[in-house]
């Protein structure tokens, strides 16, 4: 076993040797020293190597010799490095953290980059690996922090590290800047401790982020493999469906010369999606673009700034609203499904939208009796479109859209075709129901509201159009 003496050396030749004494007397092994005297003259940090006897026989014996105060500091020293802002006071907030975690500084050393930043490395005497690992949270909110050396035999401190250094590996596989790196670092422990209620193990939570940021970024550029779809509807509208490997469907809808758009996609796909939809749409880039989102969750609303109108329930207007402002948008003020929703923004590259062309069809904020209920009808290019919203099973704002002419019933992620998931698609869609515990708000819920879709539809083919997976000819 390992165990860090806190000494107070005495101020004389030999001190140093007459510590060594005592623990080579007893048989152990020193494994590491910190002394800074520009720091404080008398501390030093031994660390020492041996069996609980031995560590027990030369805290006697240091005792003894005047080396160890009354009541003898057991812990051991972790070394940090932090990255500072080069301007003055940036250390000012990482002393004051130290301080109020009433941490002593066995070392401290500083390093000046000649650009933005600078590097202090510090040595941290730990009693407590659960203080450091709490330390070690609300330090990576105020910088980035890494850890150079650590006792490995501390779970805790080994957890903290790992999710840190995992944090920084991530970070750069999605080119994140040092605020988000620092919110996924937040995110992440959040989920680790939500899970870690359900026993599920800490590893695992970074397992299934490490997927979603690979799973990402593995399928940019050439290897984006979407499956596209064309279909009919019974009076002459043409549906194309466009399943990215990751995130909702998109879905266009062609009625006399003119183009509707359903959702959008992930923002970090923009490049792939435009260049898919150039390909598709005639005169993509000269056409006045209008959608409708079918709920306001990241993976439909990523790229809403490629349309020139959008419309939506008064539930989703107001839930992108409160993000236009910075605020937890509806999906967000789940305390369970947060720490998801602000990593899946981060990894995708999410940015707030503006709102300005984004109209209201029909809904309110406040809540209703049906399970499906009538809110407006949308209108466009000779297309009919009724407006169902949902109570709220999947998320606030969810709605249906049904233009009964055609038999199309555009149901976003109340209704899916799970079955006919890509296997990119299918890979990806493993991921949000372990972090978020459940992508519904309410999966009970959830469940009445198919089962109210299916009694509304009736018994008639219908084109299901879905927010994943392949469109369905079903019979309901």
């Given at each position: 076993m390992k165990q860090t003496f806190t000494t107070t050396m005495p101020d004389r030749v030999g001190?140093?040797?007459?510590?060594?004494?005592?623990?080579?007397?007893?048989?152990?092994?020193?494994?590491?020293?910190?002394?800074?005297?520009?720091?404080?003259?008398?501390?030093?940090?031994?660390?020492?190597?041996?069996?609980?006897?031995?560590?027990?026989?030369?805290a006697t014996l240091l005792k003894a010799q005047g080396y160890l105060p009354e009541n003898p500091q057991q812990g051991s020293v972790m070394m940090l490095e932090f990255r500072l802002r080069d301007q003055s006071g940036a250390l000012l907030p990482v002393l004051e953290l130290i301080d109020q975690f009433h941490f002593n500084i066995s070392y401290i050393s500083s390093q000046e980059t000649g650009g933005k930043h600078q590097y202090f490395k510090m040595g941290l005497f730990v009693e407590d690996s659960e203080a450091i690992s709490c330390f070690m949270r609300e330090v990576s909110q105020l910088c980035r922090v890494k850890v150079v050396a650590y006792d490995k035999s501390?779970?805790?401190?080994?957890?903290?590290?790992?999710?840190?250094?995992?944090?920084?590996?991530?970070?750069?596989?999605?080119?994140?800047?040092e605020n988000d790196e620092q919110q996924l670092i937040v995110n992440a422990n959040l989920v680790m401790q939500l899970l870690d209620e359900r026993n599920n193990p800490p590893y695992k939570t970074f397992e299934y982020i490490g997927r979603f940021a690979e799973h990402l970024y593995e399928h940019k550029d050439q290897a984006f493999d979407a499956r596209i779809s064309e279909h009919m509807g019974k009076n002459?509208?043409?549906?194309?469906?466009?399943?990215?490997?990751?995130?909702?469907?998109?879905?266009?809808?062609?009625?006399?010369?003119?183009?509707?758009?359903?959702?959008?996609?992930?923002?970090?796909?923009?490049?792939?999606?435009?260049?898919?939809?150039g390909k598709l749409v005639t005169d993509f880039d000269q056409k006045t673009k209008t959608a409708i989102i079918t709920h306001a969750d990241v993976d439909h609303c990523g790229l809403l700034d490629l349309?020139?109108?959008?419309?939506?329930?008064?539930?989703?207007?107001?839930?992108?609203?409160?993000?236009?402002?910075?605020?937890?948008?509806?999906?967000?003020?789940?305390?369970?499904?947060?720490?998801?929703?602000?990593?899946?923004?981060?990894?995708?590259a999410y940015r707030p939208p503006t709102v300005d062309q984004f109209h209201v069809v029909g809904g309110s904020v406040d809540g209703q009796t049906e399970l499906l209920e009538y809110i407006g009808l949308f209108e466009?290019?000779?297309?009919?479109?009724?407006?169902?919203?949902?109570?709220?099973?999947?998320?606030?704002?969810?709605?249906i859209w049904i233009e009964?002419?055609?038999?199309?019933?555009?149901?976003?992620?109340?209704?899916?075709?799970?079955?006919?998931?890509?296997?990119?698609?299918?890979?990806?869609?493993?991921?949000?129901?372990?972090?978020?515990?459940?992508?519904?708000?309410?999966?009970?819920?959830?469940?009445?509201?198919?089962?109210?879709?299916?009694?509304?539809?009736?018994?008639?083919?219908?084109?299901?159009?879905?927010?994943?997976?392949?469109?369905?000819?079903?019979t309901m």
């Open positions: 001190a140093f040797l007459g510590a060594s004494k005592c623990i080579s007397n007893m048989g152990a092994n020193i494994t590491r020293v910190s002394y800074n005297k520009a720091i404080d003259m008398h501390m030093l940090f031994i660390e020492v190597d041996g069996t609980a006897e031995q560590i027990a026989g030369i501390e779970k805790n401190l080994d957890n903290t590290v790992f999710y840190l250094n995992f944090a920084h590996e991530v970070a750069k596989k999605a080119s994140l800047c002459g509208a043409k549906i194309t469906v466009i399943e990215p490997p990751a995130g909702c469907n998109l879905i266009i809808v062609e009625k006399n010369d003119q183009v509707l758009f359903v959702d959008s996609g992930f923002a970090c796909y923009r490049d792939e999606i435009l260049g898919i939809l349309y020139d109108e959008v419309y939506m329930s008064e539930k989703c207007y107001q839930s992108l609203l409160l993000e236009s402002k910075h605020l937890r948008d509806y999906r967000q003020q789940n305390p369970i499904h947060a720490p998801y929703v602000v990593i899946s923004k981060l990894l995708s466009f290019a000779g297309l009919h479109f009724d407006m169902y919203e949902g109570c709220g099973g999947h998320v606030a704002g969810e709605t009964w002419n055609e038999r199309i019933a555009i149901t976003g992620d109340l209704f899916l075709n799970i079955k006919g998931f890509t296997k990119s698609q299918a890979v990806f869609n493993q991921i949000a129901p372990f972090l978020m515990t459940s992508v519904d708000t309410d999966s009970k819920l959830a469940a009445r509201e198919r089962e109210a879709l299916s009694q509304l539809l009736g018994e008639d083919e219908w084109l299901i159009l879905g927010g994943h997976g392949a469109a369905m000819k079903k």
